[in-house]
């Protein structure tokens, strides 16, 4: 039998605990709630937020609080309660001039060359599509901090299917139960800050405010407009107000966001399990969160609004979800 010296057998067994530890699989690293992720240098970061329920949706008593017009009451009904059995991870902010231009640098992902824009005249708010603004150049001033605008939601899906491609990782639009249960991150007030449509909304968000009625000629009146001054007419850069609960930016305000959901004029069938609704009007969509351009009316948790799918408009974009 052949014998070893004591310093080969020391020698052998720190050569198989190497062969131990270099087959070894690395643990596999669960980020916790609230932790912000980036996949690439160019992606948008994410953050976790936790399985859970909530009430969706918003009474016609709300609606009509805020001055939500008796023809669009009850979009928002019926309340329901929607259970997501397991997190996802939420975009920090929405999707930057910045981040977009990436995708369109690397893919030359056609976009539309007209853009619904907004001015006010003779007592009236008129919307009108315009050749020449596009999310490059939406009619006002942006720099690659400012959220992508001027974008369908058909641009958002080429977007998000470039990103997963891109990173590996399964990224979507957030749905409309998604992205209200995001926005709310465990309140149940008209606002994440609170229930007053006044001028706290702008330490929170950018709003239909004093600025925009100013730049545009138009009434500062609090049916129009919150009463308060947030820095800009236009987009703001993301993520320089106070964020959610759950450390998301501009989840109300700034601009409508696009989600994934077919439209319907109401909740009646809507999935309580957190899916996308995939039946009603699928080449509409619902949009989010309200924007710098609307009436104070329009900036509530509840508030959702329909567009075509193929939609360009001068507060319109969106963020991601990433589903794993």
Same mark, same amino acid.
């Given at each position: ?22 087959? *070894? ?51 928002? +009904? @019926?309340?329901?309660?929607? !259970? ?23 893919? *030359? ?25 596009? #999310?490059?150049?939406?009619?006002? /001033? ?18 998000? *299917? =470039?990103?997963? *491609? ?7 639009? /957030? ?17 994440? =800050? ?13 709003? /239909? ?24 007419? =236009? !987009? ?6 106070? @964020?959610?609960? #759950?450390?998301?930016?501009? +989840? ?24 996308? =609704? ?7 969509? @619902? ?28 507060? #319109? ?8």
């Amino acid at each position: 039998m052949r014998k070893f010296s004591m310093f080969a057998i020391a020698a052998l067994a720190a050569l198989a605990g190497s062969h131990t530890a270099l087959a *070894k699989p690395a643990p596999v690293r669960t980020p916790a709630v609230g932790a912000a992720v980036k996949d690439c240098s160019s992606c948008p970061e994410v953050i976790r937020v936790p399985a859970g329920s909530f009430i969706m949706g918003a009474s016609i008593e709300e609606e009509r609080r805020h001055g939500m017009s008796e023809a669009n009451l009850g979009r928002s +009904m @019926p309340l329901r309660k929607v !259970t997501f059995a397991k997190g996802f991870a939420m975009g920090k902010t929405p999707v930057t001039v910045a981040q977009f231009r990436s995708f369109i640098d690397e893919t *030359k992902h056609p976009t539309s060359e007209s853009c619904f824009n907004q001015r006010y005249n003779d007592g009236h708010f008129i919307y009108e599509k315009a050749r020449g603004y596009n #999310w490059r150049s939406p009619g006002f /001033p942006q720099d690659d901090r400012h959220p992508v605008v001027c974008v369908s939601a058909e641009d958002a899906e080429a977007y998000v *299917k =470039w990103l997963s *491609k891109k990173t590996g990782k399964r990224y979507a639009i /957030p749905n409309e139960a998604q992205y209200e249960y995001a926005l709310r991150a465990g309140t149940t007030t008209s606002f994440f =800050w609170g229930d007053n449509q006044d001028a706290t909304a702008c330490l929170y968000s950018n709003q /239909p405010d004093f600025d925009q009625a100013d730049e545009l000629k138009a009434p500062r009146g609090p049916e129009y407009r919150f009463q308060c001054s947030d820095g800009y007419a =236009w !987009t703001s850069p993301v993520g320089i107000y106070k @964020p959610n609960p #759950w450390g998301l930016y501009d +989840m109300q305000g700034n601009i409508w966001e696009w989600t994934a959901d077919c439209w319907n004029n109401d909740y009646n069938g809507a999935p309580t399990d957190g899916s996308t =609704w995939t039946t009603g009007d699928c080449d509409a969509r @619902p949009s989010r969160g309200g924007s710098y351009g609307n009436a104070s009316h329009s900036a509530f948790a509840g508030i959702r609004a329909p567009r075509s799918a193929s939609y360009t408009g001068h507060s #319109w974009g969106f963020r991601v979800v990433r589903l794993d």
